[in-house]
């Protein structure tokens, strides 16, 4: 049981000029683990402060459940300046749409950030003086250099998860957020939280200023859904010099995936030849085929079988889901999981209980797939991305288009799913499939097929991955494997405190069998590999950083 503790700081200030901090202290009880280290401050400064309660109580709502959620305690404190805290002891300030902030307020801000202090600011903080004026530059362009920044009006936003990033950790690759937010302030240079319909427009951000932990979200906490508060518990633990993890969402540290469907139409000849090359250069296709077609040239269609993976190409015209499935199985003499088109309203269920592991969305805005229902009973939704190109296009547009709109999933660390004309593919002669092949191998893209993709999914739903603090520098990270099916490939990523130094592995762990591991170039994370692990297997190691 931990808590969640709020301070009320009353503050007295001489003719001198010295302040003292008088602090009432409120708790309640929530369901958490054992709190972690570090003192976070929710702070309301005085010239922001109103008579009755308004936003500031709703975000310290929202913020304190995040933070009950992720094991920490918050503070709150109310002052006429950010001066008076910096001999308090707090490891992190929390400045939730704090608009106005004084001069004094800004140097305080540099101060704490030099001796390591986080910070956490909200919506428009900073945007005025302590008079009310506008500032220029705006404090957030000294915190997070090259980003610039414009007001926005209030309304409902969607917003969408963007490159990886600490705050980003356990959200998926290009996940959605809804909010309805205050009028505030957006980045023109994008970032890690990002609108989903203009990704130019940045509404979250990271930072290292002056070496502390900076974090920003253009809209207040409370704005956020509930789904939000996961974001919002992993930069208190960033600020506040906590590690986070993320699992990673694919196979042994890959940075995205890739897959092509290939529709099996009238010229299966050239469905043949084009699935040949996609098969001979590395890109099992899924060859989406209707059960009529299927039983019209069942022959080839065992040929073209072999060379990638088979699916019902949904016609709700021709065929219930479950009969297609029979006739085609039938046909092609080779099983069937998956299914391609559109998925009848409220039948997902329906699908699984007919023997479907996985279907495709056209249209979909996911990045990644999705899993709809437990990991070893549910139904792994594949989104696909827009068509790049059409039948007419010569080798070297069609390449390029298809390289340009995996560069924009791949941002995403998300999944480039290319639904392709045979004809195109087969005429090139292997010309498209090679500049894939090479392109994409270099961009350490994981090349699979819509089977093994859905299995991947399922498996990686069913692990955890969860850290215990041992000291200010060491922390125990354990990956357990919660599913029913065997999780290999999982990598996890665990980004470190601002100030760390190299991460390192404990001796132990150095020198077991198949560690593998890797960190980045600025020492801000270290990826570790984790052997195969069994249902209810468990591994466990011991960082210092």
């Given at each position: 049981?931990?808590?969640?503790?709020?301070?009320?700081?009353?503050?007295v200030?001489?003719?001198?000029?010295?302040?003292?901090?008088?602090?009432?202290?409120?708790?309640?009880?929530?369901?958490?683990?054992?709190?972690a280290?570090?003192?976070?401050a929710?702070?309301?400064?005085?010239?922001?402060?109103?008579?009755?309660?308004?936003?500031?109580?709703?975000?310290?709502?929202?913020?304190?459940?995040?933070?009950a959620?992720?094991?920490?305690?918050?503070?709150?404190?109310?002052?006429p300046?950010?001066?008076?805290l910096?001999?308090?002891?707090f490891?992190?300030?929390?400045?939730?749409?704090?608009?106005?902030?004084?001069?004094?307020?800004?140097?305080?801000?540099d101060?704490?950030?030099?001796?390591?202090?986080?910070?956490?600011?909200?919506?428009?903080?900073g945007?005025?003086?302590?008079?009310?004026?506008?500032?220029?530059?705006?404090?957030?362009?000294?915190?997070?250099?090259?980003?610039?920044?414009?007001?926005?009006?209030?309304?409902?936003?969607?917003?969408?998860?963007?490159?990886?990033?600490?705050?980003?950790?356990?959200?998926?690759?290009?996940?959605?957020?809804?909010?309805?937010?205050?009028?505030?302030?957006?980045?023109?240079?994008?970032?890690?939280?990002?609108?989903?319909?203009?990704p130019?427009?940045?509404?979250g951000?990271?930072?290292?200023?002056?070496?502390?932990?900076?974090?920003?979200?253009?809209?207040?906490?409370?704005?956020?859904?509930?789904?939000?508060?996961?974001?919002?518990?992993?930069?208190?633990r960033?600020?506040?010099?906590l590690?986070?993890?993320?699992v990673?969402?694919?196979?042994?540290?890959h940075?995205?995936?890739?897959?092509?469907t290939?529709?099996?139409?009238?010229?299966?000849?050239?469905?043949?030849?084009?699935?040949?090359e996609?098969?001979?250069?590395?890109?099992?296709?899924?060859?989406a085929?209707?059960?009529?077609?299927?039983?019209?040239d069942?022959?080839?269609?065992?040929?073209?079988?072999?060379?990638?993976?088979?699916a019902?190409?949904?016609?709700?015209?021709?065929?219930?889901?479950a009969?297609?499935?029979?006739?085609?199985?039938?046909?092609?003499?080779?099983?069937?999981?998956?299914?391609?088109?559109?998925?009848?309203?409220?039948?997902?269920?329906h699908?699984r209980?007919?023997?479907?592991?996985?279907?495709?969305?056209?249209?979909?805005?996911?990045?990644?797939?999705?899993?709809?229902?437990?990991?070893?009973?549910?139904?792994?939704?594949?989104?696909v991305?827009?068509?790049?190109?059409?039948?007419?296009?010569?080798?070297?547009?069609?390449?390029?288009?298809?390289?340009?709109?995996?560069?924009?999933?791949?941002s995403?660390?998300?999944?480039?799913?290319?639904?392709l004309?045979?004809?195109?593919?087969?005429?090139?002669?292997g010309?498209?499939?090679?500049?894939?092949?090479?392109?994409?191998?270099?961009?350490?893209?994981?090349?699979?097929?819509?089977?093994?993709?859905?299995?991947?999914?399922?498996?990686?739903?069913?692990v955890?991955?969860?850290?215990?603090?041992?000291?200010p520098?060491?922390a125990?990270?354990?990956?357990?494997?919660e599913?029913?099916?065997?999780?290999?490939?999982?990598?996890?990523?665990?980004?470190l405190?601002?100030?760390?130094?190299?991460?390192?592995?404990?001796?132990e762990?150095?020198?077991?069998?198949r560690?593998?591991?890797?960190?980045?170039r600025?020492?801000?994370?270290?990826?570790l590999?984790?052997?195969p692990?069994?249902?209810g297997?468990?591994?466990?190691?011991?960082?210092?950083?």
């Amino acid at each position: 049981m931990g808590r969640i503790v709020t301070l009320i700081a009353t503050v007295v200030c001489t003719l001198t000029g010295a302040c003292t901090i008088g602090v009432v202290r409120l708790q309640r009880a929530v369901e958490s683990g054992p709190p972690a280290s570090g003192r976070i401050a929710v702070v309301e400064l005085a010239a922001n402060a109103v008579d009755a309660p308004g936003p500031f109580e709703a975000e310290l709502e929202r913020l304190a459940a995040a933070a009950a959620r992720a094991g920490l305690q918050l503070e709150r404190v109310s002052v006429p300046g950010l001066g008076v805290l910096l001999d308090a002891g707090f490891d992190a300030w929390v400045l939730p749409g704090q608009e106005r902030l004084s001069d004094s307020d800004a140097a305080a801000i540099d101060v704490f950030a030099l001796t390591g202090g986080g910070l956490l600011l909200t919506g428009p903080t900073g945007r005025l003086d302590a008079e009310g004026r506008p500032r220029a530059p705006l404090p957030l362009q000294a915190y997070f250099p090259g980003h610039r920044f414009e007001a926005r009006p209030a309304g409902a936003l969607e917003l969408r998860a963007g490159p990886r990033s600490v705050i980003l950790a356990g959200l998926a690759p290009g996940a959605r957020l809804r909010a309805t937010a205050r009028e505030g302030l957006q980045s023109l240079t994008s970032g890690s939280l990002v609108r989903a319909d203009d990704p130019r427009l940045g509404l979250g951000l990271v930072s290292r200023y002056r070496s502390a932990p900076v974090a920003w979200l253009g809209v207040g906490a409370d704005a956020l859904e509930p789904e939000g508060e996961r974001l919002l518990g992993s930069a208190l633990r960033w600020i506040s010099g906590l590690p986070v993890v993320d699992v990673r969402p694919w196979p042994r540290g890959h940075r995205s995936a890739a897959l092509v469907t290939l529709e099996v139409g009238e010229d299966i000849e050239a469905a043949e030849a084009a699935a040949r090359e996609l098969a001979r250069g590395g890109l099992p296709p899924v060859l989406a085929v209707t059960a009529p077609r299927a039983e019209s040239d069942p022959e080839r269609l065992r040929r073209i079988a072999a060379l990638g993976e088979v699916a019902l190409a949904f016609d709700p015209d021709v065929d219930l889901p479950a009969e297609g499935r029979a006739r085609l199985e039938r046909a092609a003499r080779h099983p069937v999981s998956g299914l391609v088109g559109p998925i009848p309203p409220g039948r997902v269920t329906h699908l699984r209980a007919s023997g479907y592991l996985w279907a495709t969305v056209a249209g979909a805005s996911d990045a990644a797939p999705r899993l709809t229902g437990a990991p070893d009973s549910g139904l792994v939704t594949l989104p696909v991305s827009p068509s790049p190109a059409g039948g007419d296009a010569d080798v070297a547009t069609l390449v390029a288009r298809l390289l340009s709109a995996q560069a924009g999933v791949e941002s995403l660390d998300g999944l480039f799913h290319a639904a392709l004309d045979p004809g195109p593919v087969a005429r090139a002669e292997g010309a498209v499939t090679d500049a894939l092949a090479r392109e994409l191998g270099s961009r350490d893209v994981w090349l699979t097929g819509a089977g093994e993709m859905a299995a991947w999914w399922r498996a990686r739903a069913g692990v955890r991955g969860t850290l215990e603090p041992l000291g200010p520098r060491r922390a125990r990270l354990w990956l357990r494997n919660e599913g029913a099916t065997l999780a290999d490939g999982i990598a996890a990523r665990v980004y470190l405190p601002a100030r760390s130094r190299p991460a390192r592995l404990s001796r132990e762990d150095w020198w077991r069998p198949r560690t593998r591991w890797r960190v980045a170039r600025d020492h801000s994370w270290i990826e570790l590999l984790a052997p195969p692990l069994d249902p209810g297997d468990a591994v466990e190691y011991i960082l210092t950083f």
